[in-house]
């Protein structure tokens, strides 16, 4: 069983950057796809950004397209989410999932239930 641990959410600036950090343990987590999500007050949990298992396909919502980046490093056992441009908006708690199983990356990355393992999220603010 993969657990998560996320961290490096914070206070930022309009404009600023930010790193996400998400540790995982457990048999499966360096053959688990990861993904990124998060939730603003008052409003549903969404996709944000993914990286596949099986090739290192990353995804990304529009929203945060060309300015995060998501990426792993194995040795560490962990996956990263790198924000810049950071506009209002991107106020929410973000949480990191993993999913071991096979799926179908290009239609479901951005759907909660394709993921089986959640860590307990970190906040991020900007103002």
């Known amino acids: 069983q993969v657990q998560l641990v996320e961290s490096g959410g914070g206070s930022v600036q309009v404009g600023g950057s930010m790193t996400l950090s998400c540790i995982g343990s457990g048999d499966t987590f360096l053959n688990s796809s990861m993904g990124w999500f998060r939730q603003a007050p008052g409003q549903e949990r969404k996709g944000v950004a993914a990286?596949?298992?099986?090739?290192?396909?990353?995804y990304y919502s529009d929203s945060v397209k060309g300015r995060f980046t998501i990426f792993q490093d194995n040795a560490k056992n962990t996956v990263y989410l790198q924000m810049n441009s950071l506009k209002l908006e991107d106020t929410a708690m973000y949480y990191c999932?993993?999913?071991?199983?096979?799926?179908?990356?290009?239609?479901?990355?951005?759907?909660?239930?394709?993921?089986?393992?959640w860590g307990q999220g970190t906040q991020v603010t900007v103002s």
């Open positions: 999932a993993a999913e071991p199983k096979d799926f179908c990356p290009t239609q479901t990355w951005y759907i909660e239930r394709t993921y089986d393992t």
């Open positions: 990286i596949y298992s099986e090739g290192g396909t990353t």
